[in-house]
């Protein structure tokens, strides 16, 4: 299993921003020798949905539409970390969001933080 720490998240205004952090736990090894990490969104009522992707070398893979050109995914080395800075913020970025990183033939998630864009 891959082991995984989230954190960030919170409460902003439209228009707003917020960086997500997930820390590769040492146990694990380093963020390189992953295959993919991506972050997933789980909206009220809605099923989990996948954001953004990115290899632990730091190629992005994915981007969901409706966050093109708002999102960023990126690899942090020294920080063994994969970041989601999430800019021009809206309120149907509304979500529980969580870390998910795969190595080989194992895979973990990281604990769900959550995302409010409320005025």
């Known amino acids: 299993q891959v082991h995984l720490v989230a954190s960030g998240g919170g409460l902003v205004q439209p228009g707003g921003t917020l960086r997500l952090s997930c820390a590769v736990s040492?146990?694990?090894?380093?963020?390189?020798?992953?295959?993919?990490m991506a972050w997933y969104r789980e909206p009220p009522g809605e099923q989990r949905e996948l954001v953004a992707e990115i290899t632990g070398g730091g190629d992005v893979l994915y981007y969901l539409d409706s966050v093109k050109g708002r999102f960023t995914i990126s690899v942090e080395d020294a920080k063994n970390t994969v970041h989601l800075e999430m800019y021009n913020l809206k309120p149907e970025d509304t979500a529980v969001y969580y870390c998910?990183?795969?190595?080989?033939?194992?895979?973990?998630w990281g604990q769900g933080t959550q995302v409010t864009v409320s005025s």
């Open positions: 998910w990183g795969r190595k080989d033939l194992r895979s973990g």
């Open positions: 040492p146990v694990s090894g380093s963020i390189r020798s992953l295959d993919a």
